[in-house]
Each structure stands twice: as C-alpha cells, then as structure tokens.
C-alpha cells in the first residue's frame, strides 16, 4: 500500500510497523517460554534429586575410611603376625556408618603414584573398625611394597577409581612414636609416646 503525503510517496508503511511489532512480540513469547522450559527442567530434577536421597539413603551414606595412625620406626612396638618382624605399620580407621570393602584400595608413600600399592583381596572393615598394614617391603597379604621414611614424606589413600580420600604429611618420625589422630577419625594429629595400632586413638 502506498501513500502521498506532501508530495512524498510512502510504500509499504502501513503495513510493516504492525508486521515488526508482531515479530517482536513473537520473539517476545519464544524466549519466555524458553525460560520457562529450562525453570521446569531444573525444578523437575532439584525434586527427582530430592526424592532419591530420600528414598534412597545409601547413595550417600557410606564408610568414611581414613589414615588414622601410623609409625615409620617401630623398634620395639609390635610385630607383625605373619613374619614376626617390626616393621613399619599404618592404621586405617573407619569412620563412617556402613561397613566397606577395601579391595581395590590404594595405599601409598607416593601421592603422584596412587597404584604403588593396592589392596587385592576382599576386606571388609567395619564402622569403627580398624585394619593394620605393614610398611615392610614384602608386598603380600597385608604388607606394601615399600617403606615408611622416617626422614619424613607422606602417605595417602585412593579409592579404586584413584580418588584421593585421605593424605598425611609429616617430618622427622621418632623410634616407638607413633603419629595419628588425636582422636579415632578426628581431623587433629599428635604424637603417641604410646602408639595404639588396631586400638582407639586416645590422648587423655
């Protein structure tokens, strides 16, 4: 449609303004809507995610495994069952709520080289149980393939999938002194002029 005024010929005018305006208003519409869509699609997962820790409590319940005590120059402590050695020796704990099972686990002096040693067997420890692991070189059983440095390093704990769940780093280690928690599971270390491998953590 064309239209004259004064003397100049306007094509088109009439009908464009409301063609833009319903555009506008359609774009409008379109991206409400798509901010509707993804509010629903979050909404709907915030109470599917909801829902499952209710109806499902072990998707996040679970054993919480530590490094709980350990002694880099056990001269006179304890000895091993199998070998009669005193070896060096670490402690996990269990301070969680459910029993877990270790195989797969990793135990290491190397946090750059989480498979250095890992548990291969079928070991359930249960909540506030304790496993004992010598640090002897022998790489059997329950005994790693190296040693703990009493010139200080560090030690840490993998899951199978190689998730770090717990590490310690410590300096010089004294004959007969174990390091560990002040108490079982507890996030303070100390030092045990009597040292409690497969015991409670207790500094009173």
């Not at 530590?66 to 006179?76: D, K, L, P, W």
């Not at 269990?94 to 548990?119: F, H, R």
Request: glycine letters at 10%; charged letters at 20%.
């Amino acid at each position: 449609m064309a239209s004259r005024a004064g003397g100049l010929t306007i094509v088109g005018s009439a009908e464009r303004r409301p063609a833009q305006s319903f555009l506008t208003g359609t774009r409008r519409i379109a991206r409400v809507g798509c901010f509707l869509s993804c509010r629903a699609a979050f909404l709907f997962f915030l109470v599917g995610f909801l829902f499952c820790l209710v109806a499902f409590p072990w998707m996040t319940a679970g054993g919480q495994v530590v490094i709980n005590e350990f002694s880099a120059s056990n001269a006179f402590t304890i000895a091993d069952p199998d070998y009669g050695d005193y070896a060096d020796w670490l402690e996990l704990y269990n301070a969680g709520e459910e029993a877990v099972n270790l195989n797969g686990y990793c135990v290491t002096d190397n946090m750059d080289s989480p498979l250095k040693w890992q548990i291969r067997t079928d070991t359930v420890i249960r909540p506030g149980g304790y496993l004992i692991i010598w640090a002897d070189d022998k790489n059997t059983g329950f005994h790693t393939s190296y040693r703990i440095s009493a010139d200080g390093e560090e030690l840490a704990l993998f899951s199978p999938a190689l998730e770090l769940l717990d590490s310690v780093s410590f300096s010089t280690q004294v004959a007969d002194v174990s390091f560990g928690r002040a108490g079982d599971g507890e996030a303070h270390w100390v030092y045990f002029t009597e040292p409690t491998p497969g015991r409670t953590n207790n500094t009173k």
